[in-house]
């Protein structure tokens, strides 16, 4: 097996991403990069900006690789501060990949896409795979003809894009940034301050997430799946649970019944009412076998545990 290339290594996927493929692969397997230098990690690093693609082929070349996972991007409501300069950087940094992959014997590559590609058009209970995409953020946008790029690398040259459209992930690893569901990791990080937490969506807006495990799980169970499973070539629909803030609250008062939340809905609001409440992912499941793991409840759990610990150890 070649080695294996991921861009944006320490970001909230990436970090937890990159140290699987180690445990699986071989530490000597793997190449950690990003736009800067990332303290935690050990082993091979690069530091690539992804808008370069010189850049990213000198590694290519340098280190024979075989495999990418390019998650670097710009998320839903970062993105709005500054909507063109986004699409510049999501679509620059995913055409760099695709080319750069293409000319150098790259043989499979990993594009995260979202549930950020639906808009209003769609069911918002059980979304199904196959619906008509009008994204209501760039980001969103972007996500949506990446997609279509990627099947279009499949189709045209025969390159091997697999994809995935996540739910909001959730884990205590890393932190998310700039995203519409970076409220469901600061609420356990609040919960276990013993803080009050104040959310930036009403309490009733359900959207689907995944815990961290089961986001990891998925996105390697996809890339080992035997090429002729794959039949999704732009995304797959991806689903793990659906809970609303209120809902989570609710988890957590379980385990800490004094913990408060308020509701201080800002433009993320907007954003949120805009996407599915649950997905059908029925295609994962049929075409390589998904299954997720966790519920609401093991997911607080899980993670009220491993906050527990981290924070007794950073005091
Ligand atoms: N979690 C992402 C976001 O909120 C969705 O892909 O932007």
């Not at 992804?50 to 839903?76: C, F, M, N, P």
């Not at 990891?216 to 035997?226: D, K, S």
């Not at 992912?281 to 997911?299: C, F, H, I, K, Q």
Request: aromatic share 12%; net charge negative; charged share 25%.
């Amino acid at each position: 097996m070649g080695r294996i290339l991921v861009i944006g290594a320490g970001g909230q996927l990436g970090t937890v991403l990159t140290n699987r493929l180690k445990e699986i692969y071989g530490e000597h397997q793997v190449i950690a990069s990003d736009l800067r230098p990332i303290k935690a990690f050990t082993g091979l690093f690069e530091l690539i900006d992804a808008t370069d693609s010189g850049r990213i082929e000198e590694v290519v070349k340098q280190y024979e690789v075989e495999e990418v996972y390019h998650l670097a991007a710009i998320l839903s409501a970062n993105g709005e501060k500054n909507p063109l300069g986004t699409w510049e950087i999501n679509m620059k940094t995913l055409f760099n990949v695709l080319e750069v992959s293409r000319l150098n014997g790259v043989k499979k590559v990993f594009y995260p896409s979202s549930i950020a590609v639906f808009g209003s058009e769609v069911e918002q209970q059980n979304t199904p795979q196959a619906s008509f995409l009008n994204p209501s953020t760039v980001y969103g946008i972007s996500k949506a003809a990446g997609e279509n790029w990627a099947q279009y690398y499949f189709q045209k040259y025969g390159l091997d894009v697999r994809s995935l459209r996540y739910p909001g992930v959730i884990g205590y690893q890393s932190l998310p940034g700039g995203g519409t569901t970076d409220y469901a990791v600061d609420i356990y990080h609040k919960a276990v301050e013993e803080v009050s937490f104040s959310c930036f969506l009403e309490k009733d807006t359900t959207l689907p997430m995944i815990y961290m495990d089961d986001a990891i799980r998925a996105t390697v169970e996809l890339m080992q799946a035997p090429i002729e499973s794959i039949k999704t070539r732009t995304s797959y629909n991806l689903a793990g649970m659906s809970f609303s803030p209120e809902e989570i609250a609710a988890a957590i008062k379980k385990i800490y019944p004094n913990f408060r939340i308020t509701y201080e809905p800002d433009f993320r609001q907007q954003i949120a009412a805009s996407w599915p409440q649950s997905i059908d992912d029925s295609r994962a499941r049929d075409d390589w076998g998904w299954r997720p793991e966790y519920d609401l409840n093991t997911m607080t759990e899980d993670m009220i545990k491993n906050l527990k610990a981290k924070y007794s150890t950073s005091n």
